[in-house]
């Protein structure tokens, strides 16, 4: 399975924007469905947003739906995920995952990159 490889975590305010990125290691690796997960200290990993490789059929869960964007650049292979208007509770390790099947849970993918830090400060 090929390494996804998330950048673009950081600091920011509430109220901020940050844009992350993922990019899979071998340029070529394909996957029909990309998403990204979050997973705040002493939770569950939970879903974010997804989207299909042509870069449409976007899905969100309640929470970020209306400040996060998810998009993706197939010239580049890269899926990003446009946030805004963050919120405190929105900190979190954000993880970039790639499958081949229309879902939102974890086992709905099977490559990960190994996470970027989000924190959002009050």
């Known amino acids: 399975q090929a390494q996804l490889v998330e950048t673009g975590g950081g600091l920011v305010q509430a109220g901020g924007s940050l844009r992350l990125s993922c990019a899979p290691s071998?340029?070529?690796?394909?996957?029909?469905?990309w998403g990204w997960f979050r997973q705040a200290p002493g939770k569950e990993r939970e879903f974010v947003a997804a989207?299909?490789?042509?870069?449409?059929?976007?899905q969100y869960a309640g929470s970020v739906k209306g400040r996060f964007t998810i998009s993706r650049d197939n010239a580049n292979n890269t899926v990003y995920l446009q946030m805004s208007a963050l919120k405190p509770e929105d900190a979190a390790v954000y993880y970039c995952?790639?499958?081949?099947?229309?879902?939102?849970?974890?086992?709905?993918?099977?490559?990960w990159g190994q996470g970027t830090q989000v924190t959002v400060s009050s």
């Open positions: 995952a790639a499958g081949n099947t229309m879902g939102v849970r974890m086992t709905d993918y099977s490559s």
């Open positions: 071998e340029r070529t690796f394909f996957s029909v469905r």
């Open positions: 989207i299909n490789w042509i870069g449409n059929s976007p």
